[in-house]
């Protein structure tokens, strides 16, 4: 695998892992703003980033279970309605250098900022399944596919240096409410390479292993993809399953994320001179879902107060409102007494009324996959 060719980046971001290149950027500019900024978005990759310089030569196949396979250009692409959906990707393992204090798990550690909010635009994937027949509300072809697999053209030592795939439900994916998108825009830009130029699946409400970047294929298959990233990896196990007692067969590959949100604007220990301290953060719900509550506690869980959550220019966020984007994170804001030396704990609850679990041990799992647990600072008074 060449490392020769990666794109510069970000000097804020800290690095997890060189390569492949995972960085994240510090808690304090995350939450700076609704619209994560490019060159600040989380990096996450399982192989060097491909070169792919002749865009008129650039095609996706688009096969598998259906009657006339087709190709289509970037030119093809552009053609359809364009779409510009605020969604946050987040990836299965943010968090998991916490999960792993509590017993080591396996993968590139990340604390509490593998997620980014940004505006995507592109094609629906609905829309280009219309061009093989595919309408709405298809679960199975006649040729009896049920799942779309997304191929990428680069290559990672997971899959023995094959390309990075992943799949989702046929009837997700011809849904047009599901927006799921085959971006070529991020931010109002043309998508960089980091982040999948020319073209990236994204997949709102999912983990972000399954929104594929650079993507080279889709096919219609029958069962879900057989990728080393869809069987043997972001699945969630108990935490009595470990590297010896394993059987991968048993367990779904993850698609949607748990309700999760943590601080931003302090550290795992802080120092504090005054009474009263900012608590910040962001908090988000997987398969659309929205955010009913954040729940901060300067009193190891005694007692609650409730943050403010805002997404879009401070204007004030309600789950139900029709103006908020139903993929996005809500960033919150609450000013806080800190009577003590203390812990500061947020937890969210969703619209479904989903909350946080209380502890990472209870839901350890040994790939370190969504840490959800109510996130907790360490806040001490200066004398
Ligand atoms: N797509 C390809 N082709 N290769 C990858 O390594 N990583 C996935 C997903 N898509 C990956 C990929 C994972 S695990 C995540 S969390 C997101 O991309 C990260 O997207 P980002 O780097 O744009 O933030
Ligand atoms: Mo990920």
Known sequence: LDYSQEPPRHPCLKINAKEPFNAEPPRDALIS??????DLFYKRNHGPIPVVDDIKRYHVLIGGLIENPIQLSMDDIRKLPKYDVTATLQCAGNRRTAMSEVRKVKGVGWDVCALGNATWGGAKLSDVLKLVGLTQCTIVTPLGGRHVEFTSVDNCKEEKGGPYKASIPL?????PEADVLLAYEMNGKILNRDHGYPLRVVVPGVIGARSVKWLDKIDIIKDECQGFFMQKDYKMFPPTVNWDNIDWSTRKPQMD????CAICSLDDDNLVQVG????????????????ERVDISVDGGKTWIEADR???DNVPYAADDINSDKWAWVLFRAVVPVPRNTE????AVDSAANVQPENVDDI???????????HRV??????
Do not use: E, H, M
């Not at 009837?171 to 849904?175: C, E, G, K, R, S």
């Not at 040994?366 to 647990?373: A, C, P, V, W, Y």
């Open 33 to 38: 703003s609704y619209i994560t900024p490019t």
């Open 364 to 374: 350890w799992n040994l790939r370190g996959i969504l840490n959800t647990s109510w």
């Open 378 to 383: 360490r806040v001490r008074r200066s004398p």
């Open 276 to 291: 009263k301290v900012v608590v910040g953060g962001y908090a988000v719900a997987g398969g659309g879902r929205g955010i």
């Open 344 to 347: 500061i704990i947020a937890k």
């Open 257 to 260: 994320f748990p309700v999760q």
């Open 310 to 312: 805002y997404q879009k």
């Open 171 to 175: 009837i997700q994916a011809t849904n």
